[in-house]
């Protein structure tokens, strides 16, 4: 259910098309909540259905014009009640943690490898994550909505400064077991 909120997030955010709003979402959004090109229109159809955002007038009708969405009064509440609703965490499901546990039933050839692989990967995401915090969040700057913006970046830096940590200390215990 939280696409359509995501996209309802957006759009209030700036009313774009839904090239734009794809684009967004690959420069911003996807890094807490993934979707693809594909999925964004489909639910625009649908938000749309629902009564929850409409197409803006285009100012010169013309065949295959890209159609600009805005968020109705219907989506604001829609969203407002979302946002004030409760929801349990989700649990974790993450394939590189079972594959762990199966390792220690069937052995550990090559798992060194993928997580090295895996902390590299957060090593970059995090680096990232810094660079936007830098460009975006200089200190200062502290209007409300760019308060949470930081608080939302925030969790991506501590959730990335994590995975480092902890991807560095099992690749010295696997590739110590493998001394062993």
């Known amino acids: 259910m939280s ?3 995501a996209i309802l997030t957006a759009l209030l955010e700036k009313p774009s098309s839904g090239l734009e709003l794809a684009r967004r979402f690959d420069r911003s959004i996807r890094y807490f ?3 693809t090109h594909q999925q964004i229109y489909r639910e625009l159809g649908r938000l749309e259905d629902a ?3 409409r197409a803006l007038p285009a100012a010169q009708p013309a065949r295959g014009q890209r159609k600009e969405y805005e968020v109705l009064p219907a989506g604001r509440a829609e969203l407002v009640a979302w946002v004030a609703a409760t929801e349990d965490p989700k649990p974790i499901r993450d394939p590189l943690l079972l594959r762990l546990r199966a390792a220690a039933v069937v052995g550990t050839d090559g798992l060194a490898a993928e997580l090295r692989r895996h902390l590299e ?3 970059r995401q995090l680096a990232q994550y810094a660079e936007i915090e830098r460009r975006d969040f200089p200190p200062g700057r502290g209007a409300d909505e760019d308060r949470l913006r930081h608080l ?3 969790a991506g830096i501590e959730l990335e400064t994590f995975w480092a940590q902890w991807l560095g200390e099992a690749v010295a215990e696997v590739e ?3 001394r062993s």
């Open 3 to 5: 696409l359509p909120h």
């Open 33 to 35: 909540w993934s979707a």
């Open 51 to 53: 009564g929850l955002i």
């Open 121 to 123: 990967l957060h090593e």
């Open 152 to 154: 939302v970046l925030r």
């Open 176 to 178: 110590e077991m493998g």
